[in-house]
């Protein structure tokens, strides 16, 4: 009955590990650093839990623009299956006002990495100006 009881368990641990991922993107360029981590289940859509990120814009916005610091509510769209991730990031500012969101694009290459670009786009970093655009390429890498 032990040997029964212990086999259940383990079964149910066994299951309920391979029901967890996660999934992390990263850019990093002259102009832009950025990484993206999420944890993500399997099936009923992969919901994405614990998400976090950091971008740091090393040119072309005020100092104030230049980090940014994401949390699980910015994570505004999310989309992953076996052909394509594709993420959608926002923060808004209060001082400066303003916001600050990543669209992230990719398509798988490999099992596991996804490949694409990014389009950052900063709202209120020129005050009456337009916002500031940045397009560049990134790798995502989802377990």
């Not at 009881?5 to 950025?34: K, P, R, W």
């Not at 398509?107 to 990495?113: A, R």
């Amino acid at each position: 009955m032990r040997a029964a009881i212990s086999f259940g368990v383990l079964m149910l641990a066994t299951v309920q590990a391979s029901t967890t991922g996660g999934l992390n993107c990263h850019a990093e360029d002259e102009t832009v650093t950025y990484e993206l981590r999420a944890g993500i289940t399997r099936g009923l859509g992969s919901p994405a839990f614990n998400f976090n990120g950091r971008l740091t814009i090393a040119k072309g916005v005020p100092e104030a623009f230049r980090t940014t610091i994401f949390e699980a509510q910015d994570l505004t769209m999310y989309w992953l299956d076996e052909m394509r991730l594709m993420l959608r990031v926002h923060r808004e500012r209060r001082d400066p006002n303003g916001s600050v969101e990543i669209e992230v694009m990719t398509q798988v290459s490999e099992e596991g990495v996804y490949g694409g670009q990014y389009t950052i786009t900063v709202d209120g970093a020129v005050p009456g100006g337009e916002p500031v655009k940045i397009i560049g390429t990134n790798t995502c890498w989802v377990e």
